[in-house]
């Protein structure tokens, strides 16, 4: 199974959520931050043995002498990647999405394979947790081939907890894609209701089953849980505002472990998950 935390705005509490779900599931459970622009869960999960390998992205080189200037390549392109300029192709890496379309078309055989680099695939262990995550290299702008190398790792027969980009860009849809359920993670403030409302169009175009789960629910107003209700959605779980969480949190420490009975909590939220897949 494959769960994936998202929402609409950043600083709602996701990567809580993800995380603490993370560590009250027993068994085969696998973490996947796809968050690469910032990640943070290996703050409270603090994953050990960590092995690092670089993530690249192939783009094209061209052989000046073979190429024929016929503009095969500027045609196929769609991100003006490569182009012909006078007497000369220019690429443009930055641009490039590593199709290998130009490649595959060049009738030269002038257009080689090169790289570059996205950034960094890391994993770990945590207790029972196999941890992966991305982090994308300083000035890189392309964060969905990185996202997608870490999804490499689901595994069939694990629970897979992917955390999200904040937002309903690019980034989120490669995040969430091929979820079985999706869980958005809102504040009952009109900014987190506004964004929800944007996550939950985005959840319901790409047809996969999601619930809510309110942070700080005891805060705000309740026009997030009507709604919930005006639209049908199910609340799977409601985290009140408490300063111990805060606390927790803002030392680094899972909620789980801070407050032992929110363990039994977060193990509901996994079978109010299971139950909504019936």
Known sequence: MVIAVASGKGGTGKTTIATNL?????????????????????????????????????????????????????????????????????????????????????????????????????KGRSGHIEFFHGQMRVGEAMSPPLIEAVKEHVQANALNIVDAPPGTSCPVIAAIKDADFLLLVTEPTPFGLNDLKLAVETARLMKIPFGIVINRADV???????????????????????????????????????????????????????????
């Open 22 to 122: 993370a560590a009250s599931v027993d068994g085969n459970v696998r973490y996947l931050d796809c968050d690469v622009e910032e990640p943070n869960a290996h703050i409270f999960l603090k994953p050990t043995d960590l092995e690092s390998e670089t993530v690249t992205l192939p783009i094209p080189e061209v052989d000046q002498t073979k190429c024929d200037l016929c503009g095969i390549c500027d045609q196929i392109c769609q991100f003006s990647a490569i182009a012909v300029m006078g007497e000369y192709v220019m690429t443009f890496p930055e641009m490039c999405h590593g199709c290998k379309g130009c490649m595959m078309a060049c009738p030269t055989g002038a257009i080689s394979e090169s790289s570059r680099e996205l950034g960094k695939l890391e």
């Open 220 to 278: 705000g107003d309740n026009r997030t849980v009507e709604y919930a209700k005006e639209e049908n959605i199910p609340i799977m779980m409601e985290i009140p505002d408490k300063r111990d969480i805060a606390v927790a949190y803002s030392n680094g420490i899972l909620m789980v472990e801070a407050l032992p009975e929110m363990r039994e909590k977060f193990q509901a939220l996994y079978q109010n998950v299971l139950e909504q897949l019936k």
